[in-house]
């Protein structure tokens, strides 16, 4: 199972940012994609995950309407498409597959994720 992240870079305050997910090694079934981030001294936070299975959604509360997650089951990828970004959102990003099984996708921030991407930096600033 690998993870391939992309997309990062800077931006400006207000900017929109879309990072893509290109995993391999797995069959889609009842996998999920969450995007993850850890800004410098900060601990892991969940941002969004998505089922691959029906498309089924999760935010952070912090992302107020700013992030939309997606996936191309054809293309075997996910994406974040990150809008109004803040100099809050500067972080590393990472996506993570996890099988989720009969767990409902609304708890896919808490569960453990079997694999990780190695990460893409995001920078808010001007």
């Known amino acids: 199972l690998q993870l391939v992240e992309s997309g990062g870079g800077l931006v400006q305050p207000g900017g929109s940012m879309r990072l893509s997910c290109a995993a391999s090694?797995?069959?889609?079934?009842?996998?999920?994609i969450g995007w993850f981030r850890q800004a410098p001294g900060k601990e892991r936070e969940g941002v969004s995950c998505i089922s691959l299975r029906d498309g089924s959604t999760k935010y952070a509360d912090f992302v107020n309407g700013r992030f939309t997650i997606s996936r191309d089951n054809a293309e075997n990828t996910a994406y974040l498409q990150m809008n109004d970004l803040e100099p809050e959102d500067t972080a590393i990003y990472y996506c993570a597959a996890v099988n989720l099984g009969i767990i409902h996708t609304s708890y896919c921030l808490e569960v453990d994720y079997d694999a990780w991407g190695q990460g893409t930096q995001v920078t808010v600033s001007s």
């Open positions: 090694g797995f069959s889609f079934g009842y996998y999920a």
